[in-house]
């Protein structure tokens, strides 16, 4: 065997997976804090991508100010859709909330449609292009300045979630919403604060996993790989979703190698049946015990 090349697959594979931790973050935000199944989460990083090329490309604003356009528009978008699509449906059975997100996925499919054509399209570069060595492995330089983006991002959302007084609410309202609302925590405040910081750490994975393959009104097909890694994690674990991301990210780049770009996904899927198997809430998933 090639130990060589496995070391070399298998970083691209963890690089690779520290952007589906990042996606599935924003995923398990909104799940811990509301308890909806976002299956659009891939669409909205969608939305983030495009924004980002509309002001970049189109109005030639500079990078830093076109994230940060794309971040608040995409944060925007999320207080909307928690305010008119999520919240009426408090109460309601979960199944009519995950309807809502199927029908979410495919509006906002047909709007970039509308607005940016089905055309795929490159982003502007601007991560560098100097090649990137680990020992004698040599990894996809904007893979690699993406993982560290995501890294980062992922550190500081850990940060603020832990010491910020919004993130405290927001894990308190997540442990058990009726003790938040006891103390005082305007808890739709923090459904919507939920969905915001989802959308915006959706629009920051859009743009890097755009600036790495292109952008395109099929960007959500992501978004099935980011689900996987959440089930496998744990729907309501952050810890699951970072190890899950990592995880899948290396699955897929050992089955794409070693088995054929077609097998990606087919892999994937066997390791999420395995594990249900074994863990129906996944790696790191409350087990919720229901009295009868």
């Known amino acids: 065997m090639d130990w060589a090349y496995l070391f070399e697959i298998a970083l691209t594979g963890i690089a690779g997976g520290g952007l589906y931790a990042l996606a599935a973050l924003a995923f398990v935000l909104v799940y811990k804090a509301t308890r ?44 909307v859709i928690e305010r008119t699509m999520i919240r009426p449906l408090l109460g309601e059975p979960p199944i009519s909330v995950f309807m809502v997100t199927v029908g979410l996925a495919s509006i906002l499919v ?5 607005i940016w054509t089905a055309d795929q399209r490159r982003l502007p570069e601007f991560l560098p292009n100097a090649p990137v060595m680990i020992g004698d492995a040599f990894l996809a330089p904007k893979i690699a300045y993406g993982a560290l983006i995501a890294v980062v991002l992922i550190g500081m959302v850990l940060l603020l979630f832990r010491f910020w007084r919004g993130g405290v609410a927001l894990r308190a309202t997540a442990s058990d919403q009726a003790a938040a609302y006891s103390m005082g925590i305007n808890v739709p405040r923090v459904f919507s604060l939920a ?7 959706a629009a920051v994975a859009g743009i890097i996993v755009g600036a790495i393959g292109g952008i395109s009104s099929s960007m959500g097909v992501f978004g099935l790989s980011v689900l996987v890694v959440v089930i496998v994690g744990g729907l309501d674990s952050v810890l699951g979703a970072l190890v899950g991301g990592l995880f899948i990210g290396l699955v897929e780049a050992l089955a794409g190698s070693y088995l054929g770009g077609e097998y990606k996904l087919l892999a994937t899927f066997i390791v999420l049946v395995l594990v249900l198997m074994v863990r129906p809430y996944g790696l790191f998933g409350t087990h919720e015990i229901e009295r009868l």
């Open 110 to 114: 047909g709007l970039v449609e509308i």
């Open 195 to 201: 969905w915001v910081a989802s959308a915006m750490i």
């Open 36 to 79: 909806v199944v976002n299956i659009a989460i891939g669409e909205m990083l969608m939305v983030g991508a495009y924004l980002f090329f509309t002001f970049a490309a189109s109005f030639s604003l500079p990078i830093w100010l076109a994230v940060l356009g794309s971040v608040i528009g995409t944060g925007l978008l999320g207080a």
